[in-house]
Every structure is written in C-alpha cells, then in structure tokens.
C-alpha cells in the first residue's frame, strides 16, 4: 500500500511540473521564464544523461561543467536531428515554439523516470572554510560587481579607474592566495578562477550596447534568418551556417525564453568560455598540486583571445569542448564505455561548432594515434584516440562539411593545397600576416615600450611551455630506460603524465610552428585562435616549466657556489620559489594584455581603457548606428546598392539585418560610382575617416565630389544616410 502511495504522489508530482512549465511559457511571465528555461535548457539534458549513464564524479566542479557540456551538445545535435527529421515528414517551421515545447516536455519526462529509477543528482555540500579562505572567496565576489559598475563609468562618463582597480585587484587576490597556500584547501580554487574569469569575460559584451567584433556580425545575421524562417537551411554562406553553435544554438534558445535576441547572443559565449577555465583546473588537478592548477587555469584567462570571447564566439565553443574532451579522457572516475560515448558526442559537438577547429582537431587525433601506435610496440597502455575514432571523426566531418556544406569542405581541401604551394615562399616574412609578423617581432623597433614588453613576455611565456614538455619528455624517456610505470619525480612534486597527454600536447606544438613556418597556414588561420585552442592542453605546461626553470636556476647556482667554496644548506623542496617566478611573469602579462601598460605609457590601450583609439573606432557600434541601420532596413527600396566602409557593413548586417548583396565597401578603394544610398557612421562624421576590409584608412574629404549631387535623408546623432 505504501508503494501504491508512492507512486501516486511521485504520478501527481510529476503533472503538476510537467503543467507548471508548460503555464510558464504560456504566461511568459518576464525574468522568471528566462531563468527557469535558461537552467532548464542548460543544465537539464546533461543532469539526464549522467543519471542514466550512471556517471558519479565527485568534483562538484566538474559535474557542473560536464552537465552544460552534454546539454549544449544535446542541443546542438538533437536540434539538427529535429529540423531535418521535421522538414523530411512536411513540417515547414521545426525551430518554433511548438516542436520545441514538445522537446521541452520530453526532455522533462526522461528526468523525471530518470529521478526515480535512480539517486538524485547531488551535490557536496561540505564546504567548510577558514578565515583566510572565506575572505579570499569575499573578495572574489566583488569582481563582477566591480566589471558591470566600471564599465557602466566608462561606456557613460569615459572613466577608466574602476576598470584598471579591478586587475590590480585580481593581482592582489593571486599574490594572497600565493602567499597563504598552505592553509588554503582544493576547494576554494574553483569558485576563485570562476569568479575571475567571469568578471574578465564580459568586460567586452558590457562595453558596448551591441555586438562588436568582425565575424560575429554575420553570425548575427544568420541567426536573425534561421528565427524568421524558424527552420536551419543552408544559405548562401554555407562555410558560417554550417556553425550550428552559432546559428541554431541561440535559436532554440531565444525561441524558448523570448528573450531579445542581440543580448542572449552578445552574453551567451561568455557564458560557455567561463566555464573552460574550470575544465583546465580538472586537467590539471591530476597531475600537480591545486595551486599549479590555478596557475595554469588563471594562465589561459589572461590570454588576449579570451578577453575578446564576444568577438570568436565559434571558436569559444569549440575550444571549451576540446577542454572538456581532454578532461574526460584522462579521467580515472569515468569508465572506459562512458569515456568514448562522452568523447564522440563532444567531438561531434566541435565539428558543428567550428569548421577550422574541426580540422584542427582531426590533426592532433591522428598524430596522437599514430605517435601511440609506434609506442605501443613496446608499451601496450589503452588508449581513448583509436583508429575506429579517427575514421568515424573524418567521416562525419566529410558528411557534414560536404553534403551539408559543400564550400567549407572544398575550402579544407584548398587550404591543404595552397599551405603546400606556399612553401615556396616560406623563407618571405611578406608572406606571412600581421598577427604572425608580430610574434615575429617585425618592425617591434620602431614601437614603443608597451609592445616590445608585451613580445618579450609571449616569448617568455611560450619557451617556459616548451622547456615544461622538454622536461616532461626527459623524465619520461629516462623511466622508459629502466620500467614504464615510474612517477615522474622532482623534488617533492611527480608529475606522472600519460603518454597520450604528451602526444596531444607535442600536437598542438607541431600546429603551432607551422602557423609560423607555413605562410598560406598562417594567413588563412588566427594564431590567436590556434594559440587559445591549444592551452587547454599547454596551460600546465607553462607552470611546469617555471618549476623547471627555477630547478635549473638552483642546479647551476649550486655549481658556481661549489666552485667557489661556499657553503649552503640543503633544501628540501627546490620548487619553494616557483611561485615567484609565476607571478612574475603572471602580473606584468595581465598589465600588458588588459592594455592598463599601454595606457599608462600614453598609447591607445584598446576599447577597455578608453573611448577613442584604433580599436574604439573599428569596431564600437553607437545606439545612433544601430537606429540608423534599423531605419534603413525598413524604408530602402529593394534595388539599390548602400555605400558604407568595411565597419559600416558589418553595422548594416547584424543592426539592420541587411543581407551583404547590398552592401559595397569597396568602392573607396576602387573609385567606383556611388550611386544609390550611403551609409556614414560616427568615425565618418566625427573623425573623417572611412576604413576598408584590411582597416586601410581614408580621408572622407576625398569623397565629397561622390556625395555632392545626394541629399541626407536621415540624419540620427552623427550617423547620416545619403541618396
């Protein structure tokens, strides 16, 4: 009878969630459908696929990372499965409200039968500090707050002072936690890098009203159509459209939540990159101590790419799968049969995420496989990347890059084609592009301090990753001499790697330098990308070999000493100022990356500091510019060809959602004709300057024979529309 009970409560319980969910979109309530269905959506599919897989991870951490990494996969390959299985049976619109309360109710039901049949998804709730901790975890806190009020001074008054206190004051809190490592325990480690790298993330999507960046435009734009059509179809740019991460992604988001569109799409990214960090403190976290992993976690925030998320929002989501790939595989509380479900459903997440990523991704695979098969001649150790994986990774990249998007296929093929022909050229520092030129230091004399302190510490920063694999290798290789299994050991620190975590990693060196060597490679691929892709793997590195460095410091202070016939006493820990070495290398590279070293130096420090420069002018959009585009977009005629620089086009794209058929920015530098609408924005008017697509600046005043015969037909705060 108690059974009966039971169940009868559990039936009852269970309609009258499945009733409140469904009321709560058909009520819309404002804030409270946004957040339930944002949790929902985010954290439900992946809860489900733990519990049924029976997957017990006891990091809190990790389970919440791993729980919105298989609900965004969900989404990303439920939804395309959704579309096309709709379209095939005749419905027209399967990315709108109905099919998608029917996904919503199904998903509810599996967690449902799920919770019953099985434990509840618990979390720890120990979580017990000291003084030092409760304070340090105080002042973390505080980091968002002081992001959203500094950059509220700055977007309205110009004042940069909040914004430049708060890295000082991230500074302090790494010197604090430096200083106080002993007493601090594992668990106050995460919530600090998540805090950080929050407050850090979103500095960019709170400088601006609007989107801001290059690409993310058109990815705007594509989401926007795949709303109106309410249905995922390749267009006439396939290469970006077959990025479901960020086309059909937000759209099944937006048409759940209702949210308006431009601010899920300009803080959505920051989310999913946020949580990357974590994963590389989980990577981390079995190989050396908790305070290495947050150095190394902390390492990867600093990066100039993950400052400027909002910017390579595909390549964001690509690199936090890779992160969650590699954590997932060397995971010991995973079993073998989850490990490759988790590996293959993350993998596939990456090909709909970031065409060039995918490539990449394929690459390290195959070397790691082939690396891992030379070892296993000698050493038969399981492994994660096997043949069967790589084919099956390479056939779905074949099908969906060329059946789905025949263009972004035939471009991997062309890339491959021209990298090799480029060699010919690869002794020519002309052939490579200005990214590469300047980690190459070319024409680094004739700046200025800030720039040549900032190529100083990327190099310093990238030998210390390549003498911690160096290091790594050299321990390994004497282990391999006398038996395969021996722990790494230095000092009172064993890093025992797998040697499948060093091929990875030697794979994503080998990419690396071909960027560098390689002109056509580096042209067609960001090495800001590439670099940030490759961190969640080298991030450790970089702490390791400070370690090392500090250990050969000490081996050849101890040499000179002998020789010279002074005493010193025994250490016992030869790493006991390894720490130094880091935030030495740590706080002067957030200086320069946040651009407060530039600032203070008197050069144009980028958007975060200020509301004028190079970058300011290049890619901030003003409200007056978006009301413009919007004005523009209803009232054109259909024919006519609008007139506007590179900046300009990319305004006219996501604000007025004008498709680039109609948009020429290339007519200043060809001199042609304008006859039809142009579209001068803020820097055109104010500053006199007009950009093309490789920011070539010209003077406005050069044009006024093409405009004189137009009238200004609208005229909105610095933002004109002739014709």
Request: aromatic share 16%; hydrophobic share 50%; glycine share 4%.
């Amino acid at each position: 009878m108690s059974k009966f009970i039971t169940r009868i409560r559990f039936i009852i319980g269970a309609l009258l969630i499945l009733i409140l969910t469904n009321f709560l979109i058909i009520l819309d309530i404002p804030i409270i459908r946004q957040l339930y269905f944002f949790a929902f959506l985010t954290f439900l599919p992946g809860i489900i696929f733990l519990k049924l897989t029976k997957i017990e991870i006891l990091d809190n951490y990790l389970k919440i990372i791993l729980s919105v990494a298989v609900s965004v996969s969900f989404l990303l390959i439920g939804g395309i499965v959704l579309n096309q299985l709709s379209v095939n049976i005749g419905i027209e619109n399967p990315i709108s409200l109905g099919p998608l309360i029917f996904l919503v109710n199904a998903l509810l039901i599996l967690f449902l039968y799920s919770y019953r049949n099985f434990k509840a998804f618990n979390l720890s709730n120990k979580f017990c500090l000291n003084f030092i901790e409760k304070l340090l975890l105080s002042m973390s806190v505080l980091l968002p707050f002081l992001t959203i009020v500094g950059t509220a001074l700055l977007n309205d008054r110009g004042y940069n002072n909040l914004i430049i206190f708060e890295f000082i004051y991230i500074i302090i809190i790494l010197v604090l936690i430096s200083v106080f490592q002993k007493i601090l325990s594992q668990k106050i480690y995460s919530p600090i890098i998540y805090l950080i790298s929050v407050s850090i993330v979103v500095l960019f999507p709170l400088r601006c009203n609007h989107i801001i960046g290059s690409d993310c435009h058109e990815e705007y734009y594509l989401f926007q159509m795949l709303l109106e059509r309410s249905k995922w179809m390749l267009t006439g740019n396939s290469i970006l459209n077959s990025s479901l991460a960020v086309t059909l992604l937000p759209a099944i988001y937006q048409k759940i939540l209702n949210i308006e569109p431009e601010i899920f799409f300009r803080f959505y990214y920051s989310f999913i990159a946020s949580l990357t960090p974590l994963a590389i403190y989980s990577i981390s976290r079995k190989y050396v101590t908790p305070l290495c992993s947050f150095y190394a976690s902390c390492f990867f925030v600093f990066q100039h790419i993950f400052f400027i998320t909002d910017i390579v929002t595909r390549s964001a989501v690509a690199t936090f799968f890779e992160a969650m790939i590699i954590t997932i595989m060397f995971n010991s509380s995973i079993g073998p049969t989850q490990k490759r479900l988790l590996i293959i459903i993350f993998g596939i997440s990456i090909v709909f995420s970031h065409y060039s990523s995918a490539y990449i991704f394929f690459f390290i695979l195959a070397f790691t496989f082939v690396c891992n098969y030379i070892f296993n001649k000698r050493n038969k150790n399981h492994s994660y990347i096997s043949l069967r994986f790589i084919l099956l990774f390479f056939a779905l990249i074949f099908f969906w890059y060329s059946y789905y998007s025949n263009t972004t296929f035939n471009s991997g093929i062309y890339f491959l084609k021209d990298s090799l022909e480029s060699l010919n050229n690869m002794f020519l520092i002309e052939s490579r592009n200005e990214g590469v030129k300047m980690v190459m230091g070319v024409g680094i004399s004739e700046k200025g301090i800030p720039h040549k302190v900032e190529l100083i510490l990327s190099w310093i920063t990238f030998s210390l990753i390549g003498l911690g694999i160096l290091g790594i290798i050299i321990r390994h290789i004497n282990s391999i001499t006398k038996f395969f299994d021996k722990k790494a050991k230095i000092g009172n620190h064993e890093f025992e790697f797998e040697f499948e975590y060093i091929f990875i990693a030697i794979s994503h060196c080998v990419l690396l330098l071909s960027i560098l060597i390689i002109p056509y490679f580096a042209g067609a691929y960001s090495m800001d990308r590439l670099y940030s892709f490759a961190l969640p793997v080298l991030s450790i590195f970089f702490v390791l070999g400070c370690l090392f460095c500090v250990k050969i410091i000490n081996y050849i202070a101890s040499i000179l000493k002998s020789q010279i016939g002074a005493r010193t006493k025994e250490k016992s820990n030869k790493f006991s100022k390894y720490h130094i070495l880091v935030l030495a290398i740590l706080i002067p590279y957030i200086l320069s990356v946040s651009g407060i070293t530039y600032h203070f130096f008197g050069y144009d420090g980028g958007i975060l500091m200020n509301s004028n420069g190079e970058q300011y002018n290049s890619i901030f959009i003003h409200d007056s510019e978006s009301s413009c585009a919007k004005w523009l977009n209803e009232n054109m005629d259909g024919v006519n060809i609008i007139f506007s620089d590179f900046p300009a086009s990319r305004i006219l794209q996501s604000q007025g959602l004008i498709s680039m058929d109609f948009i020429d920015y290339s007519w200043m530098s060809h001199h042609l004709a304008t006859n039809g609408y142009v579209f001068l924005r803020y820097e055109n008017n104010v500053k006199g300057l007009l950009r093309d697509f490789s920011s070539a600046r010209y003077d406005v005043s050069n044009y006024f024979s093409y405009f004189q015969n137009k009238n200004k037909i609208y005229d909105s705060r610095y933002t004109d529309i002739l014709r």
